[in-house]
């Protein structure tokens, strides 16, 4: 026979249940009142064949600070399910305020809707054997705070993990929830549906090495103190996608606010839409090891901020095979790097892409860095306003195994203290740089390319704004094989260098060296100098106003003695100084 017990409207009593081997079902309900114990306020001990159960809807307590747990509840090898529910009045231990452990073989559910306290350990701990299946924590309202830690769950059986929270969650020198799956479990999610989650180190801390999906989403405040607001991870080769998503609200971390490693073979995605902040490290930090696929980001608003001189807004590096690939729309801000892209993966040939939607990315060193050291190609897209006051606007680079390089400015600005843009291909493509707004560098050149012995084309276009620098507009070397094209329809202007500073550098190249000018005006030292070394023609189009302020409007030369393309200027419109 099972075991039924009804506390209803108790004033005080000591509470403990245990079913033996032959019992069923093990029922606890408390309809109102309280119940309170030296050690426990509730303890049950199921060995026997069913299913424990456990409502209480008053005040329970278990005074002892070093062993007092509100409720205890042990589940045996030979028992099923495990159900604790809370709708309404107060949990409370004096180290555990609800503390589960299920070695059956079903699942373990609990929920809250009161306040539940452990003083001097955690609010909640909950463990699932090897035998159990899924592990529930459903926070509907209320408050769960712990010394150490506010939620604790591992999940050692084979089915999923779920918690859930809507109140507040505190964790007073340790974590706020602590979640993990151990090797046969499932999936793994965190869910705050609304609320406060508080921890001395993080805030939420979710780490699965088992055979499913890691998600964690969050819609109110997160805290970490001296870590991360946000730490996910998957550890295991049979683990598979890895995704944190932020509809509202914020996260927050001493070290970083959001930090996910992903060792497994899925993709990780992260969406922020709220204020994400770091003091001394990365606002977003993702890694993912050999055998994971993909890195997405997505900023759909809100803010991204690292106050840290050694951080970065935004670190993505993907030492996996998927692409790397992140979309902005709000604000990043970072007392070093903004963004930080790296593929690290000879193996990856699914490259970088870098998608500035609108909004603002502003650092003291670089703003928006893509190093690819991977396969594919690199891709940048600003449309808003992109800042640095120390360093690079935009720097692109791609390693050996890599293809294009592609920065496209479609409106907006962009603002270095070295260069505004600059690009470094050693790889096998091509580079391609298109501007449509303002370009800046207040110490340097407004737009930097190089292309090494092993690239194709460099394109530099112009298609309205400006590109100023306090040394040169714009300065491109190929020493590749392909043709370098330069065209512009706007203020192209350098300080103390020249306008537009061009040089076909490889001898074996034949491929023309190219510069048009549609509209706008050329200024610098050199207005326009090209130096072909190749064999191919140099051809140079002018329509507007060309000036130098101190030496030539346009010099042009082929230094190369077996060039046959010769030299070509077509002046169509405007004034050439020099």
Do not use: P, W
Request: charged share 5%; proline share 0%.
């Amino acid at each position: 026979a099972g075991a039924v017990f009804a506390l209803l409207r108790c004033r005080r009593v000591v509470f403990r249940s245990l079913n033996n081997a032959t019992a069923t079902d093990l029922t606890v309900t408390q309809s109102a009142g309280a119940i309170s114990g030296t050690a426990f306020g509730i303890r049950t001990l199921n060995f026997g064949k069913g299913a424990t159960s456990i409502t209480t809807a008053g005040a329970v307590t278990g005074i002892n600070s070093s062993l007092g747990a509100g409720i205890i509840a042990y589940n045996a090898t030979t028992t099923t399910d495990l159900t604790v529910t809370q709708s309404a009045g107060s949990v409370s231990g004096g180290s555990i305020g609800i503390n589960i452990q299920n070695y059956g073989t079903g699942a373990t559910s609990i929920g809250t809707a009161g306040t539940v306290t452990g003083t001097g350990s955690t609010g909640i701990s909950v463990t699932n054997g090897t035998t159990t299946t899924d592990l529930t924590v459903t926070q509907n309202a209320g408050s769960i705070s712990g010394g150490v830690t506010g939620i604790n769950a591992t999940n050692s059986g084979t089915g999923t993990t779920s918690i859930t929270t809507a109140g507040s969650v505190i964790g007073t020198s340790n974590y706020g929830i602590s979640v993990g799956n151990n090797a046969t479990a499932k999936d793994l999610t965190v869910s705050q549906t609304a609320g406060s989650i508080t921890g001395a180190i993080s805030g939420i801390t979710a780490f699965n090495n088992g055979t499913g999906s890691t998600t964690v989403t969050t819609a109110g405040t997160v805290t970490g103190g001296s870590s991360s607001g946000v730490n996910a991870s998957n550890n295991s080769a049979t683990t598979s996608d890895l995704t944190v998503t932020q509809v509202a609200g914020s996260i927050s971390g001493g070290s970083t606010g959001i930090n996910v490693y992903n060792g497994d073979t899925g993709v990780t995605t992260i969406t922020t839409g709220g204020t994400v902040t770091s003091t001394a490290s990365y606002g977003v930090s993702a890694v993912n090891g050999t055998n994971a696929g993909g890195i997405i980001v997505n900023q759909t608003g809100g803010s991204v901020t690292s106050d840290a001189s050694t951080g970065s807004g935004i670190s993505i590096i993907n030492n996996g095979t998927g692409a790397t690939a992140i979309t902005t729309a709000g604000a990043v801000t970072s007392a070093n790097i903004g963004i930080i892209a790296k593929n690290n993966s000879a193996a990856n040939t699914d490259g970088i892409t870098l998608n500035q939607a609108g909004g603002t990315i502003t650092s003291r060193q670089v703003a928006i860095e893509a190093d690819n050291y991977g396969g594919g190609a690199t891709s940048i897209t600003v449309a808003g306003t992109v800042t640095s006051s120390n360093n690079y606007g935009v720097n692109a680079s791609n390693g050996t195994s890599a293809t294009d390089i592609s920065v496209t400015q479609t409106g907006g600005s962009i603002a270095g203290s070295i260069y505004g843009i600059a690009t470094d291909n050693t790889g096998t493509g091509a580079t391609t740089v298109t501007t449509a707004g303002l370009v800046t560098s207040t110490n340097g050149n407004g737009i930097y390319a190089v292309n090494h012995s092993t690239a194709t084309d460099l394109s530099i276009t112009q298609m309205a704004g400006s590109i100023t620098g306090a040394t040169g507009g714009i300065l491109a070397y190929d020493y590749g094989t392909g043709a370098t094209t330069i065209s512009t329809a706007g203020t192209v202007s350098g300080t103390s260098g020249d306008g537009i500073h061009a040089t076909l550098a490889n001898a074996a190249n034949a491929n023309a060296l190219t510069i048009t000018q549609t509209a706008g005006n050329i200024t610098g030292n050199d207005a326009i100098y090209a130096e072909n070394n190749g064999t191919g023609a140099l051809t140079i189009t002018t329509a507007s106003a060309v000036t130098s302020t101190n030496n030539d409007g346009i010099r042009a030369a082929n230094t190369n003695t077996a060039n046959t393309g010769g030299v070509t200027i077509n002046q169509t419109g405007g004034n050439i100084t020099g």
